[in-house]
């Protein structure tokens, strides 16, 4: 309540609910994240954190109130807030009769991105995909499809980033990857907005987290600058 | 990058992928196949019979096969919560429907010429000497039912019903599509009046242009939660 924000603001929601059905999955969420801070959320299964980053990629739209990402409103401006985001779900979002290679391509051509087939090894090499490039992504572990979701957020020029449980599935090394781009992700000044069971892991990097229950919001440890 | 370029990205991304998967081109050729073979054996084997009956029996061998195809390109999608992913591209949606349009309007397409020398062969009936003009009754009328087929597969991907809510919704929208291609192509094969078979094409491509139109406008719609 009248907190003072100085910068500028990645996430403005203000009385934001969402329901499937007739049940409400978020209730009056209002969140005000500055820009280049990493905020981690957590909370019981079902709680409602993948709902809320959902909402904020723009792929569910509020049933109430709503909200800004770079101060572009998520309903009326979705397609500049999908130009300023990326979203990773915890599984999935590649198609497993192309290779890795193919599916990255095929992601910076639709990112709008002019991406030299160099520089998607390179992105490839550096989430240990390197060798398995040209393999088609249905062979893939579990472990080694999250690394191909980390490639293309390596790759991506989106200035908020929402993962959803990025730790799943990936080995210690991989993890580390996860720790890697979150401190990349810092110094270069984005937003990250993650729902996390792996508190321990991610705390480190968090400027502030967020318990997220029945719906609601609270604080559950801030460091500076989000207000919520 | 053009829009065009985006548009072309998400055909070929179907079209490979159907490649080396060959599932829908499997199931389509041998469910066209049947139909065509069990027809021809119950309809036969008097000729004009066969002659008559041909344009019909090729246009719904294409069209239960279309709808096979239409329903498979965004299963595909469905496997890896691709979709998901592929709505959050920075994109127009209505890009993404004209890719998997184009996508599956080239696999109609290319079934319908295949299957058409069947039908002939099969119906002991020939092409016509204005056998070009069949080629474009197929493009046009596989491209309206495409238009059609590819929304409502859209329309229905996430319902649990899917499979048999897609023939349901679109068949009485397509039937407009599917009497004038048939009208079309009997004109041709029977060696009619080419002017009238001239006249059921251009209502094709009104058709076709038509639900071009619409589907493009509203495709949006279709595929926000």
């Not at chain 2, 036969?44 to 019909?56: C, K």
Request: net charge positive.
């Amino acid at each position: 309540m009248g907190a003072v924000v100085v910068g500028v603001l990645a996430v403005e929601l203000y009385s934001l609910a969402r329901r499937y059905g007739r049940n409400y999955v978020l209730k009056e969420i209002n969140l005000t994240v500055s820009a280049g801070k990493t905020v981690i959320l957590r909370g019981d299964n079902g709680a409602g954190k993948t709902t809320l980053l959902r909402v904020l990629s723009t792929r569910l739209k509020p049933s109430r109130g709503g909200g800004k990402v770079y101060g572009y409103d998520l309903v009326r401006q979705a397609d500049e807030v999908r130009q300023r985001v990326i979203y990773l779900p915890v599984f999935g979002g590649h198609y497993p009769m192309m290779s890795a290679l193919e599916n990255l391509q095929l992601a910076a051509r639709l990112s709008q991105q002019r991406v030299a087939g160099a520089e998607l090894e390179t992105q490839l090499e550096q989430v240990g995909l390197l060798d398995v490039r040209h393999k088609l992504v249905r062979t893939f572990s579990s472990g080694m499809k999250k690394r191909l979701m980390l490639a293309r957020l390596r790759l991506s020029q989106a200035r908020l980033w929402l993962l959803d449980e990025p730790y799943t599935a990936l080995d210690e090394q991989g993890q580390g990857l996860v720790d890697e781009l979150l401190l990349s992700a810092k110094a270069q000044g984005k937003t990250v907005m993650m729902a996390s069971h792996e508190l321990k892991r991610a705390e480190a990097l968090a400027d502030s987290i967020l318990a997220v229950a029945q719906g609601r919001l609270s604080h559950y440890r801030q460091r500076e600058a989000v207000y919520g | 990058m053009a829009e065009p370029s985006w548009v072309l990205a998400i055909a070929a991304k179907d079209l490979r992928q159907e490649v080396r998967s060959k599932a829908v081109t499997v199931a389509t050729l041998f469910f066209s196949a049947i139909v065509l073979f069990i027809l021809a054996f119950s309809l036969g084997p008097g000729e004009a019979f066969l002659r008559n009956a041909a344009p019909g029996v090729l246009w719904v061998a294409l069209a239960f096969a279309g709808v096979i195809s239409a329903a498979q390109s965004y299963q595909s999608e469905l496997e890896e919560n691709a979709l998901e992913q592929l709505l959050l591209y920075p994109i127009p949606r209505a890009v993404i429907f004209l890719g998997k349009l184009l996508a599956n309007w080239l696999f109609m397409s290319a079934l319908g010429l295949l299957i058409l020398p069947v039908t002939a062969v099969l119906f002991n009936t020939g092409l016509g000497q204005a056998w070009w003009w069949l080629l474009a009754v197929i493009l046009l009328g596989t491209l309206g039912f495409s238009l059609i087929a590819t929304f409502y597969a859209a329309l229905t991907a996430n319902l649990r019903a899917r499979e048999s809510l897609l023939p349901v919704l679109m068949f009485p929208v397509v039937i407009p599509v599917l009497l004038a291609a048939v009208r079309a192509t009997g004109e041709i094969v029977r060696l009619g009046d080419l002017a009238v078979a001239q006249d059921w094409l251009k209502l094709l491509l009104g058709f076709a242009l038509v639900y071009l139109v619409i589907c493009t406008a509203i495709f949006h719609f279709v595929v926000e939660e």
